[in-house]
C-alpha cells in the first residue's frame, strides 16, 4: 500500500487535469471536496493511526468506532460507498450532538433556543443543490484517485517471499 504523503502528492497531481477536463459546475465547492477527500475524508479513515486521521488532531478519537466497524480495504475501499460510509458517520455523530445540545438547552437553558433547534428539518433541496453535488463529487473522485493508487501500487509492488522454515 502506498504511504500517505503518496496519495496526497498523486491527488493533488491529478487535480489540474481533473478540472480541466470535468470542468465542475461550481469549481469552488469541487475544490473544496477535492481537499477534503484528499486531506480529511480517505478510505485511510478505517486506519486509526493513518496520517488521514492524525490531520484531525484533538478530533481523531472521533475515527475510532469507524475503524473497529470497518477493516481496511473494505467498503471504505469501495467507490461511493466509502464516501457515503463516511458521510453517513459523521452525520449521525452531528445529530447525536445535537440532540444532546437540545437536551442540555431544554434542561438547564434557554428554552428558546432548545425550541429553534426542532426547527431544523432535512430539506430534499440540500442534496440536489450543484454546490453540494460538486461537494460530493470532488470528495468522491479524490476517493478513486486514492484506491487506483492502492491498486497500481499493489500491482508493481514485488511480492515478498515467506521464508522457510
Same mark, same amino acid.
Do not use: E, Q
Given at each position: 500500500m502506498a504511504l500517505g504523503r503518496t496519495h496526497d502528492l498523486i491527488n493533488l497531481a491529478a487535480f489540474g487535469p481533473i478540472v480541466y477536463y470535468l470542468q465542475p459546475t461550481d469549481f469552488v465547492s469541487f475544490t473544496v471536496g477535492y481537499?477534503?477527500?484528499t486531506f480529511l475524508l480517505s478510505p485511510d479513515n478505517d486506519i486509526y493511526h493513518s496520517s488521514v486521521n492524525k490531520r484531525w488532531? #484533538?478530533?481523531? @478519537?472521533?475515527?475510532? *468506532?469507524?475503524?473497529?466497524l470497518f477493516s481496511h480495504?473494505?467498503?471504505?475501499?469501495? *467507490? @461511493?460507498?466509502?464516501?457515503?460510509?463516511?458521510l453517513v458517520y459523521l452525520g449521525v455523530i452531528f445529530l447525536v450532538l445535537l440532540f444532546i445540545l437540545k437536551f442540555i438547552l431544554m434542561k438547564f437553558g434557554d428554552t428558546a433556543f432548545s425550541s429553534y433547534l426542532s426547527l431544523i428539518d432535512f430539506d430534499w433541496y440540500i442534496i440536489t443543490? *450543484?454546490?453540494? #453535488?460538486? @461537494? @460530493?463529487?470532488g470528495l468522491l473522485i479524490a476517493e478513486v484517485i486514492h484506491i487506483f493508487?492502492?491498486?497500481?501500487?499493489?500491482?508493481l509492488k514485488p511480492k515478498k517471499r515467506k521464508k522457510r522454515k
Open positions: 481537499m477534503v477527500g488532531k #484533538i478530533l481523531k @478519537f472521533l475515527w475510532y *468506532p469507524y475503524t473497529k480495504r473494505g467498503i471504505s475501499h469501495i *467507490p @461511493f460507498y466509502g464516501t457515503l460510509t463516511k443543490n *450543484p454546490i453540494v #453535488i460538486s @461537494f @460530493f463529487v493508487t492502492d491498486i497500481i501500487y499493489s500491482a
